[in-house]
């Protein structure tokens, strides 16, 4: 009898903790509220998530990036109960980084690691630690909250592991041109079909917020993420890899699935209203002509976009979209440009006379809150990412970052014209041809850092380290 007990001690426990848990869950939603069930749920689910990542550092990459693309979605349905997902997201990003550090990482060649791209990524790292120092800086407590930022380092030596295989590459990249196909039928979902209730409370909450997204009647889309920005310049950037994707050496079914998702992803990507992804896409396009100029397919390619620009210039189509997308081709009539063109004529002189810059988060609302005072911290959004970058860390910091993304791009290049085999060099183009274009877009918006797209740029820093010893391997 009691050796019958002892076999069954683990259920009755279990049954115990499922009974207890679900009586409090009842007094809770009770007491607080329904949305405390919701709560529960994701609470259970984290814990069980955690305990994967735990066993497999390869999660936690895996479970940011869906995190990444649905936090914003999340928090606009659950209303005034904002769940800070940027600390979880930090959190993650770090504990991935420890548990790939503390299992099997003395296992894997990381010779590739040597590289000025590693050099150039901790140089900056280095800059902004040293940052706490920069006389101009007003607040400890804004260098602590942009430090934190700084686990997008860390991500790179977990991305970098991550892709010391090559399946798990191609696991990633389906990852994110299938979240990314999420996000544009959501999208053209909003234009086709409406908003939610939840949704447009979102954005008459805010007068600000009205005045940014209804524009000539018509409302900008964001589908599941934070803002039309963001999201035009995530289907940008991943329409971009779609069609780079359909145009490799793969069966025609999936040229023909990838062909599709591009589609959607710039049909989308038109109802975000966002004037840079379309610019985006025009440079993308020019660069992956550039390189691979000498492909039958490229000339056609150059055809097809030289038609489609003449038509848009040209043709007889009018509306709010079509509109921006010719003020993106005609910058001269784009009013906003010579706003943003001003302001950064207006704030040359204090970059050229701070050649360490203000000091991190002392510019833009974040410097109201975290730097009231300061010179800098007036409330105006400073648009340019490197305009950003100059104010707060300097020509010195302006510099570094620049110098980081040339290595990027010299290594992506040097790949394209060493690497041999057909899928390899077609992975090289789906990433480094939207970095490009996304590093052009920092010029007039802080683009290269917003969420979800900030997790493939630091992909594509890893990947383009990793993607020549594959080759190396298969000649072995």
Not at 28 to 54: D, E, N
Not at 74 to 102: E, K, Q
Not at 353 to 374: D, Q, R
Not at 437 to 462: C, G, N, R
Request: hydrophobic fraction near 55%; glycine fraction near 8%; aromatic fraction near 14%.
């Amino acid at each position: 009898m009691l050796e019958k007990l002892k076999a069954l001690y683990p259920s009755l426990i279990l049954i115990f903790v499922l009974t207890t848990l679900s009586v409090s869950t009842a007094h809770l939603i009770v007491t607080h509220g329904i949305l405390i069930g919701p709560v529960v749920i994701i609470g259970l689910l984290g814990i069980l998530l955690l305990g994967w990542m735990l066993k497999d550092f390869k999660m936690g990459i895996y479970y940011m990036f869906l995190l990444s693309v649905f936090m914003s979605f999340i928090n606009r349905m659950i209303g005034t109960a904002v769940v800070p997902f940027g600390v979880v997201l930090d959190a993650i990003a770090a504990l991935t980084f420890l548990v790939m550090l503390f299992t099997d990482r003395g296992k894997k060649d990381w010779s590739a690691i040597k590289s000025p791209i590693t050099y150039a990524y901790t140089a900056i790292i280095v800059y902004q630690l040293l940052q706490v120092f920069n006389p101009d800086a007003t607040s400890f407590i804004g260098w602590v909250v942009a430090f934190r930022g700084n686990t997008s380092y860390l991500l790179f030596f977990a991305f970098f592991h991550l892709f010391l295989s090559l399946e798990e590459a191609k696991k990633f990249t389906i990852l994110w041109i299938v979240l990314a196909g999420i996000v544009g039928v959501y999208g053209i979902w909003q234009e086709v079909v409406g908003l939610n209730a939840q949704e447009l409370k979102w954005i008459y909450s805010n007068p600000g917020r009205v005045d940014l997204l209804i524009i000539w009647g018509h409302t900008r889309k964001f589908s599941l993420l934070s803002d039309p920005s963001a999201f035009g310049l995530f289907m940008a950037f991943s329409g971009l890899a779609s069609f780079i994707l359909a145009l490799g050496p793969f069966k025609g079914l999936y040229k023909l699935i990838f062909t599709i998702l591009g589609i959607i992803m710039f049909v989308s990507m038109s109802f975000s209203g966002t004037r840079t992804a379309f610019a985006m896409v025009a440079v993308g396009v020019a660069f992956y002509i550039v390189l691979t100029l000498r492909n039958r397919k490229t000339i056609m390619l150059m055809v097809a976009v030289v038609i489609g620009i003449a038509a848009l210039l040209f043709g007889p189509f009018y509306g709010g979209t079509v509109t921006r997308i010719r003020s993106t081709l005609n910058p001269s009539e784009d009013a906003s440009m010579g706003v943003r063109d001003k302001k950064r004529i207006r704030l040359q002189s204090y970059v050229l006379t701070h050649p360490f810059g203000g000091g991190l988060n002392t510019t833009g609302m974040n410097g109201v809150k975290y730097s009231p005072g300061h010179t800098l911290a007036e409330g105006w959004d400073p648009d340019s990412g490197y305009l950003l970058t100059a104010l707060e860390l300097g020509w010195i910091g302006l510099i570094l970052g620049l110098t980081f993304f040339f290595c990027v791009m010299l290594k992506g290049i040097n790949n394209h014209f060493s690497i041999r085999d057909p899928v390899l060099k077609t992975m090289n183009l789906t990433y480094i041809v939207p970095f490009m274009a996304l590093s052009v877009a920092h010029f007039t918006q802080d683009a290269m850092f917003q969420k979800p797209v900030y997790l493939v740029i630091i992909a594509t820093y890893a990947l383009v380290l990793t993607l020549p010893t594959y080759e190396k391997k298969k000649l072995k």
